[in-house]
């Protein structure tokens, strides 16, 4: 069980690996006011950014669960890095079906809502993890603008309009699954733009490198076809945030 190699080749030496910058992953700590000694769990953790940098600034302790073997090596890596390995682990496994051995004050999938068949499945399975007055959080896309045709549905990596809510439509959501939203911090077009343009500077170095591999055709394709994607569709169509959640 691992993650496909082009996922990896894609991050490269990306630590946070979703269209938030370092200053927001440290607004969204501040904001759900987190405390020395309590533990959270994030499940599709990848590089453990956010749980190895929280644990410096915030005194937390916690565990990440992953499906790559390279994004929990880098993780353990960055956790020694920042001198807290002795405060968070990380577990190569399936995130959907991991169970800590004690309930959790913050329970956290940011990005990997199809562990959980959506957004409602998934506050299912991080719920099971956390204790009574916990906190959940989610990272999650949402339609910033309608798209106005099929093509700006695809552009955005959806199948239909109905894949995403509007930020409205998705606080709703929420409320009907029984939370109240507490906090959020959301992506802007700067922070979309950092996250999708890093990934085109790793596939052109990495196509450098690697003329002949198999993956070379592929990368070579998504090099030529993700920028325009991206300044036509993703920036101006497709919002992007972590929603901190609690049980009513």
């Known amino acids: 069980m691992d993650l496909d190699?082009?996922?990896?080749?894609?991050?490269?030496?990306?630590?946070?690996?979703?269209p938030f910058d370092a200053g927001k992953l440290a607004t969204l700590?501040?904001?759900?006011?987190?405390?020395?000694g309590m533990s959270l769990l994030d499940l599709c953790c990848g590089k453990g950014e956010l749980l190895c940098t929280w644990a410096r600034e915030h005194g937390i302790s916690g565990t990440g669960v992953d499906i790559s073997t390279a994004f929990t090596a880098a993780a353990r890596e960055r956790a020694a890095d920042l001198g807290v390995a002795d405060r968070v682990r990380f577990v190569h496994g399936d995130a959907a079906t991991y169970v800590p051995a004690e309930p959790v004050d913050v329970a956290a999938c940011v990005g990997a809502t199809w562990i959980g068949g959506g957004v409602p499945g998934t506050l299912e399975i991080l719920e099971r993890a956390l204790r009574s007055g916990g906190m959940l959080l989610v990272g999650e896309p949402y339609w910033r603008r309608t798209p106005p045709d099929e093509a700006t549905v695809q552009g955005c990596y959806a199948t239909s309009p109905e894949d995403f809510h509007d930020l409205p439509g998705l606080v709703e959501l929420f409320q009907e699954c029984g939370f109240d939203l507490v906090e959020m911090v959301l992506a802007d077009q700067d922070s979309w733009d950092r996250y999708a343009a890093a990934h085109w500077l790793n596939l052109s170095r990495w196509l450098d490198d690697n003329p002949d591999d198999d993956l070379a055709p592929r990368f070579r394709v998504e090099l030529t076809e993700d920028p325009v994607r991206h300044v036509r569709y993703v920036r101006e169509y497709l919002g992007w945030g972590v929603f901190a959640l609690r049980r009513r």
């Not at 190699?5 to 991050?11: K, N, P």
């Not at 700590?29 to 020395?36: D, E, H, S």
């Open 5 to 18: 190699r082009s996922h990896v080749v894609r991050e490269g030496d990306l630590r946070i690996l979703n």
């Open 29 to 36: 700590g501040r904001a759900i006011r987190l405390r020395p």
